[in-house]
């Protein structure tokens, strides 16, 4: 069995001027992230943006805890109607927005680990569009498929 290797480490912006945090310790968890990274920082209609700058207290489903959700971007963006709009983004394999299926083959300890992680994430995302509508501000799920053409 080949061991996976995550793509991780600091960015380093070339407008840091535009990071709303600290522009030294900006980390990227995956290769996705990475590129959202490198798309807000030379984006020009990206006036600003964050990664993992606060937290979102939420309800884990799993555990029945309080945690702290790290939504993974926030962007204030110039639209091309001259409109200036925030978003809250969050970065995740399409495979983990879709709710697991049990198929044939599949371990079973696998199966219940995909059905806890996704159980989570919508408990996670239920309180970041909460927090979004009191603060005006667009929640969006984004995948590899959007992210695919950014460099």
Known sequence: MREKKYHQGIFNPKNP??????PNNIVYRSSWELKFMRYCDLNEKILEWGSEEFFIPYLDPTTNKVRRYFPDFIVK???NSGNIKKYLIEVKPKKQTLEPK???GKQQKTYINEVLTYNKNLA???AAEEWCKDHLIEFKIITEEEIN???
Do not use: A, F, L, V
């Open 124 to 126: 996670k995302w239920k």
């Open 77 to 79: 963006i110039k639209e």
């Open 17 to 22: 001027n535009k990071y709303k945090g600290n």
């Open 102 to 104: 049990k198929t044939k």
């Open 149 to 151: 053409p950014y460099k």
